[in-house]
């Protein structure tokens, strides 16, 4: 087991960006696919993406949310554009502790490492 903790939630206005930190102590987390989902309050958790050595998204953020590995913090990030209202939601990371992103990447039940969540609330 490794302890993941999210941050960087916060609120921000329609249109903005906001960068979501998901880290670990102890344990290096470069080398392993990590994933983020987000829930809304009322809707079932969802996928955002997934990384390895590529990334892929959910269709309802392509184009706007990006990820990148920061190597000194051993943090992965999500980077998150042009944010609209309907992108509010309590954001989580996961991984296996494996290199490659699970083939139903989109589950959530293909991770067994899960962080508390961080919240981001964009306002209209």
């Known amino acids: 087991q490794v302890q993941l903790v999210e941050s960087g939630g916060g609120l921000v206005q329609s249109g903005g960006s906001l960068t979501l930190s998901c880290a670990t102590s102890?344990?290096?987390?470069?080398?392993?696919?990590v994933a983020w989902f987000r829930q809304a309050p009322g809707k079932e958790r969802e996928v955002v993406s997934c990384?390895?050595?590529?990334?892929f998204y959910a269709d309802s953020v392509k184009g706007r949310f990006t990820t990148s590995r920061d190597k000194q913090k051993n943090a992965v990030l999500l980077h998150m554009a042009s944010l609209e209202p309907e992108d509010t939601a309590v954001y989580y990371c996961?991984?296996?502790?494996?290199?490659?992103?699970?083939?139903?990447?989109?589950?959530?039940?293909?991770?067994?490492?899960w962080g508390q969540g961080t919240q981001v609330t964009v306002s209209s």
């Open positions: 996961a991984t296996n502790l494996y290199p490659r992103c699970p083939t139903a990447w989109m589950r959530q039940v293909s991770y067994k490492n």
């Open positions: 990384v390895d050595t590529i990334t």
């Open positions: 102890g344990y290096t987390l470069q080398y392993d696919a």
